[in-house]
C-alpha cells in the first residue's frame, strides 16, 4: 500500500479554514457593523463620533498612558534581570527564569486578586493611587513577556564580539552601550511589542483593582453590553488599525537598527 502525501497547499487547507471563519469573518463583521447605522445603511457617523467624543478620546489617552509606563517600567526591570541571567555562569539560572515563567501557569484573576488583598493591605482604600496600581497590576502581570524575548536574544550574542571590544580597549561600560545594548535591540522590541499592545486593551486589571472600566478594551466591552455594535466596532477598528501601525513601526526599526548594527560591525 503506497503512503499518502500532501502537498504544502493541501496541508495549509486546516489552516487556511481556521484563519477564514476565526479571523476574516469576525473582521468583516466589526467592519461592517462600523461602517453602518442601526437601519444597516452606510454612514460615517460612528467614525466621526470617535475623533469627537471626549469620553473615547480621553480613554485612549489613559489607555495609551497607562501602556507607556507599563512598558517603561517592565523594561527598566526586565532588561538588567535578563543581563544579569543570561550574562552571568549561575548554574541555576533557568530554575531562576522559571522562578519569573511560573506566576503565569495560575490563573490570571486569582493573582490579580491575591495583588489586590496585597495592595488593599498596604494602601487601605485602592481609590486613591489608581493610575500607580494599574501600573502594578499590569507590570506583575507582563514583566515576562518583557524578560524572556530580551533573555533569549542576549543569551545569542557573539561573546567574541565583546571579547574583541574589549582587546581594542573599550571599558565594560563602553563595551555594553557600543555592542550589546545595539544588539539587544531585537529582543527589547520584542518585549515591548509583547506588552505594549496588551496593556492597551487589558481592562481586568483597571477593573479589578480600580473597579471602572475607564480603558479602551473595557470601554468596547461597554458598548456591546449595551447593544450598541456599531460604535463598539468602530472603536475596535479604529484601536485594531492604531496596533497595526505601532506593529509596523517596530518592524520597520528592527529593520533600520539591524542594517546600521550590520554596518557598523563591519
Not at 541555576?92 to 496585597?118: D, G
Not at 574583541?164 to 535591540?185: E, H, M, W
Not at 496588551?198 to 461597554?222: C, E, F, K, Q, R
Request: aromatic content about 14%; some cysteine.
Amino acid at each position: 500500500m503506497k503512503g499518502i502525501h500532501f502537498t504544502r497547499k493541501q496541508l495549509a487547507i486546516p489552516y487556511g479554514l481556521f484563519l477564514t471563519c476565526f479571523v476574516a469573518v469576525p473582521l468583516l463583521v466589526i467592519i461592517y457593523y462600523a461602517f453602518t447605522n442601526g437601519d444597516g445603511h452606510f454612514s460615517l457617523a460612528n467614525l466621526i463620533q470617535f475623533f469627537t467624543s471626549p469620553n473615547t478620546i480621553g480613554t485612549l489617552c489613559y489607555s495609551f498612558a497607562i501602556a507607556i509606563v507599563t512598558t517603561l517600567v517592565c523594561l527598566v526591570l526586565g532588561y538588567p534581570i535578563a543581563y544579569i541571567l543570561a550574562r552571568s555562569n549561575f548554574r541555576s539560572k533557568s530554575v531562576l527564569i522559571l522562578m519569573f515563567v511560573m506566576p503565569m501557569w495560575i490563573n490570571f484573576t486569582l493573582r490579580i486578586t491575591a495583588l489586590k488583598e496585597i495592595l488593599t493591605a498596604i494602601e487601605g482604600n485602592l481609590a486613591y493611587y489608581p493610575f500607580f496600581n494599574s501600573v502594578i497590576g499590569m507590570t506583575y502581570d507582563f514583566l515576562p513577556f518583557m524578560l524572556l524575548p530580551m533573555y533569549t536574544t542576549i543569551c545569542k550574542l557573539d561573546n567574541s564580539l565583546m571579547e574583541a571590544a574589549a582587546d581594542l580597549g573599550a571599558s565594560p561600560l563602553q563595551v555594553f552601550l557600543k555592542v550589546t545594548l545595539p544588539l539587544s535591540v531585537p529582543g527589547i522590541i520584542s518585549g515591548v511589542t509583547m506588552v505594549f499592545l496588551p496593556a492597551m486593551t487589558n481592562y481586568v486589571v483597571l477593573d479589578m483593582l480600580y473597579n471602572s472600566t475607564y480603558i479602551m478594551g473595557s470601554l468596547i466591552g461597554s458598548y456591546f453590553s449595551a447593544y450598541d455594535w456599531h460604535n463598539g466596532s468602530m472603536i475596535a477598528l479604529v484601536l485594531l488599525v492604531l496596533i497595526l501601525i505601532f506593529t509596523l513601526m517596530t518592524e520597520r526599526f528592527t529593520d533600520d537598527s539591524a542594517d546600521s548594527r550590520g554596518g557598523a560591525l563591519l
